[in-house]
Structures are given as structure tokens and as C-alpha cells.
């Protein structure tokens, strides 16, 4: 059973001894019963959750105190070794605190206790969510302890749950180091260093945000604000932009694009080109445009990164500025 985890014998060395006893001989796998709960005068907590990117599943159970202190607790899993171990060990780190205390256990407290030393980690990287699926049926059980919905527990947005990482601490990250890559992202912070679902789509587990998203959106923001403060600086004596001559439009707007919208197009494949500007008699600038690479036929090019190219055109040169693609 605990070898199914492996792809043929290459990977045992990646997995912790600690990971690997508990794969065979977990010590906290069992039920508890309403029996159990009188003679111990507590409360049975019983608790389900269960990972549809991989097919496992989990149902923890507390017994807790009237000092709302779990006084034991068990486990069935369903699934792969590296399942069945890291639920062992999040009963283990369960046991003797308050369900108040916990709530606080993360996946990273589970991955770093299956450690046979502190600087290695105890499974490979594709095996992390393991972890993060006990991390989430405590807050299950809490949830269902405390009469509260399991996300109230969540104070941030999660983008990568493997190293829970925040969309909050991306963007900081992003923006105090100037961060131009996914990579660097992962250097700094560990954020898409384990399963990789939360860089791009097409991972195994669907993800609401995804690194390379957030890093256009978040390098075209800090780009934005450059060009903005650096057309404040020069502002004095300058023409405004719908007072340009066709040729001083154009220009204007490639240095925008290639300041802000470019880089990321190109980032993917993609690119653009600006076929012509018109003034319109309701007294909209529309600017025409063609997408190449890429970005040509992809299904964001009339509706995300078209928003986006019209918005920093707005910002920066003219709030009545359309962008048109043809």
C-alpha cells in the first residue's frame, strides 16, 4: 500500500522515514463512537473532506472536552500512502490542544513534523497537497465544532495552498522586489514550488488565481504608474493627447504599450500593432488594433487583455480612448 505513492523505485529516497513508517504502521488510524464520547464526557466531532483533484479522502474524529480540549482523536483515509501519513500526523498534532488552537495547524506544520531533519523536506514536491487536504478537514471538524463555516477560518486569499502563500504577500513580493518572473515569485516566497497548480492553468487541481496572471496584472499596474508619474514629471508645456496630431497619438501610445501591455504579450507569444487612431464625433479616440502571435484567436483578447489595454491607455494618455481590435 505505501509504495503505490511511488513512480517505480526512484522517488523512495524523496520520502522522509518518518513518512514512510507512518505509510505502513499509522499510529492514530481508527474510529470513535458516541460510546468513546460518554465514557470520556466529551463530544463527537466527525468530519469529512476529500481532494477531487486525486480521489482521496479523509474523515477525522475529536473527542472534545467541555474545555473544548481534544482529548483524542482518530482517522480513516482513503487514498495513497503519503494520504494515510500525513493524516496520522495531523491527528497527532490535533491531540491535547483546544480546537481554538487547532485551527492554527496548517499543511506546512504537517510536512515540516514528518521531517527526519528540519532542511529536508519529507515528500516530493507533486506530493505536498496531501497535506493540505488534512489541513482542511480540521477546519472541517472546527467548523463543524464551533458552528461556523469552515472558510471563516481563512483570513486571506490563498493562491498556493501547498506553502500557503497569500495573493497579498505575492503582490507585495512582486512589487517591493521588483520581480519579473514566476520563478523569482517561487524563490522568494515558495508559492508554486510543490504540486505547481497555482502557476498556470492545466495543473492538476483547478486554481481561482494563478501566478502568471497575477504577475501581468501586477508588473502592468507598476508599469502604469511609472509612465504616469514620469508624464506628470513633463507635464508642463505638453500637449494633451487629444490635442496631438495623429503621428504624436501614435507614437504616445506605442511608448505606452511598450512600457506596460507589451512585455507581458510577449511574455506568452503574443504581440500587437496599432493600424490607426480616429477621433469619433461623440468625442471618443478610438484606437485600432491587431493582435499577432498568440494573442491572435485567444479567447482573452476581447475581453481580459483588451480591458486591460484599454485601461492603461485610459490612465495614462485619455479616459476617452477605446481600443479596437481587428
Not at 488552537?101 to 527526519?116: P, S
Request: charged residues 30%; contains cysteine.
Amino acid at each position: 500500500m505505501a509504495k503505490n505513492d511511488l513512480i517505480g523505485g526512484a522517488l523512495w529516497d524523496a520520502y522522509s522515514k518518518n513518512v514512510s513508517d507512518r505509510m505502513d504502521n499509522p499510529t492514530h488510524l481508527g474510529v470513535l463512537t458516541e460510546d468513546d464520547a460518554k465514557t470520556k464526557e466529551a463530544k463527537l466531532v466527525v468530519a469529512d473532506y476529500g481532494a477531487e483533484a486525486c480521489g482521496d479522502a479523509v474523515r477525522l474524529y475529536w473527542l472534545v472536552d467541555k474545555n473544548d480540549v481534544i482529548v483524542d482523536a482518530r482517522f480513516k483515509s482513503f487514498g495513497c500512502g503519503t494520504a494515510i501519513a500525513s493524516s496520522d500526523m495531523m491527528v497527532e498534532l490535533c491531540l491535547g490542544k483546544t480546537v481554538q488552537e487547532a485551527v492554527k495547524i496548517t499543511n506546512i506544520d504537517v510536512e515540516r513534523a514528518l521531517r527526519d531533519d528540519p532542511d529536508t523536506p519529507a515528500v516530493p514536491g507533486q506530493k505536498m497537497h496531501c497535506s493540505v487536504m488534512a489541513y482542511d478537514v480540521i477546519k472541517k471538524a472546527a467548523g463543524i465544532y464551533l458552528g461556523k463555516n469552515a472558510e471563516d477560518f481563512e483570513d486571506e486569499i490563498i493562491v498556493c495552498e501547498c506553502a500557503r502563500v497569500s495573493l497579498s504577500t505575492i503582490r507585495e513580493v512582486i512589487q517591493i522586489n521588483d520581480l519579473k518572473s514566476v520563478e523569482e515569485i517561487t524563490n522568494y516566497t515558495k508559492a508554486g514550488a510543490f504540486c505547481k497548480s497555482c502557476i498556470k492553468p492545466g495543473g492538476h487541481e483547478e486554481r481561482k488565481y494563478y501566478l502568471v496572471d497575477i504577475l501581468e496584472g501586477v508588473r502592468a499596474e507598476m508599469e502604469a504608474e511609472k509612465l504616469k508619474e514620469s508624464l506628470q514629471k513633463s507635464a508642463n508645456g505638453q500637449l494633451s493627447f487629444k490635442d496631438m496630431t495623429t503621428v504624436q497619438k501614435v507614437r504616445a501610445v506605442e511608448k505606452t504599450i511598450d512600457d506596460t501591455v507589451r512585455p507581458m504579450l510577449m511574455m506568452d507569444g503574443g504581440d500587437m500593432e496599432i493600424i490607426d487612431i480616429k477621433d469619433t464625433s461623440d468625442g471618443y479616440i478610438d484606437i485600432y488594433i491587431r493582435y499577432m502571435g498568440n494573442c491572435n484567436g485567444c479567447s482573452s483578447a476581447t475581453t481580459g487583455t483588451l480591458f486591460a489595454i484599454e485601461d492603461v491607455l485610459q490612465q495614462n494618455l485619455d479616459k476617452n480612448i477605446r481600443v479596437m481590435p481587428i
